[in-house]
């Protein structure tokens, strides 16, 4: 079971989008593997991982955030993600 989910909807095409998500994870050193319909991506955060894993559902992009620190709320990680995409 997912540690959080939460769905972002976008305006803009599917790649434009993940291709923001992906700059954003890779510079924090994390990896982003796969194309514009699904696949994961982790990243450490205070030197623990968050691993995760989307899906693009017409306009809407799913993120499932399996593993996450304890002291990183879903919020957070939520917030975070949406202001780098829009």
């Keep these: 079971m997912a540690a959080c989910n939460f769905s972002v909807t976008f305006s803009k095409p599917a790649e434009e989008i993940l291709a923001k998500a992906k700059e954003t994870v ?3 050193q ?3 593997i ?3 319909s699904a696949g994961r991506f982790d990243v450490s ?3 623990n991982t968050i691993v995760g894993t989307y899906s693009v559902v017409e306009q809407i992009l ?3 955030i399996i593993e996450k620190p304890f002291m990183v709320p879903c919020s957070m ?3 975070f993600l949406t202001s780098k995409l829009n």
């Design 62 to 64: 799913n993120i499932d």
């Design 30 to 32: 994390g990896t982003f």
């Design 26 to 28: 890779e510079s924090q």
């Design 77 to 79: 990680i939520e917030s």
């Design 45 to 47: 955060v205070f030197g």
């Design 34 to 36: 796969g194309d514009n």
